[in-house]
């Protein structure tokens, strides 16, 4: 992926595991316009000395992966992982099943969904206070198309933690 400040590539490996898809590797590096590489992450998720839970994915990966659940007919939950240190379980539920979204590939009639973190897992707040919260927790935003192969059109959301700008993410070309 091209970078306004240089580019960035990422391999990750998947597996079925008793009917679970599941985070095998990932590897990220990142590279500056001249180059060098600037950062880089290495990660086999079965292996070393955490444990992480069984429906964890990279979270960069989680609305692309949705896509087989996107009329998702309860609030449904999965773990992102963002670090070793950081695995947080993010819930995702149906907001509307037929929205019109024009991005630059078209005109697509599409399955919004919201995204949103458990603020339980930092602190036990319980459920009332979740309930209470979820209007100031941040929100994603996403948008499935609903005919086959189902491609993410849009994505909104905040790009870091509380207070991060928003970013918004459209289909710019589609050939299936």
């Known amino acids: 992926m091209e970078l306004q400040y240089g580019i960035s590539r990422e391999v990750t490996r998947f597996r ?12 990220r590096t990142v590279h500056n316009t001249d180059g060098d590489l600037v950062r880089e ?17 990279p979270e960069v990966y989680a609305p692309f992966l ?5 009329l998702p007919t309860s609030r449904r939950s999965f773990h992102a992982w963002i670090s070793d240190r950081f695995v947080v379980r993010i819930y995702f539920e ?15 009639n599409c399955s919004q969904l919201l995204m949103y973190p458990d603020i339980n897992d930092w602190v036990p707040l319980g ?11 941040p929100r994603y935003h996403i948008w499935i198309a609903n005919d086959p192969p189902y491609p993410v059109v849009r994505f909104e959301g ?14 710019l070309s589609f050939e299936a």
Do not use: W
């Not at 992450?41 to 994915?57: A, I, M, N, S, T």
């Not at 149906?94 to 697509?108: D, E, H, M, N, P």
């Not at 870091?160 to 970013?167: I, K, R």
């Open 16 to 27: 079925v595991d008793n009917g679970v898809l599941q985070t095998e590797f990932f590897d």
């Open 94 to 108: 149906l907001q509307k099943r037929c929205v019109k979204i024009r991005s630059s590939a078209g005109l697509y």
């Open 66 to 70: 949705m896509r087989s659940e996107r």
């Open 41 to 57: 992450e290495k990660v086999v998720f079965h292996e070393g000395p955490y444990q992480f839970p069984r429906d964890l994915y």
């Open 158 to 171: 905040a790009y870091g933690p509380p207070g991060a700008p928003e970013v918004v993410v459209d289909l």
């Open 127 to 137: 459920n009332l206070v979740m309930a209470l919260a979820k209007p100031i927790l």
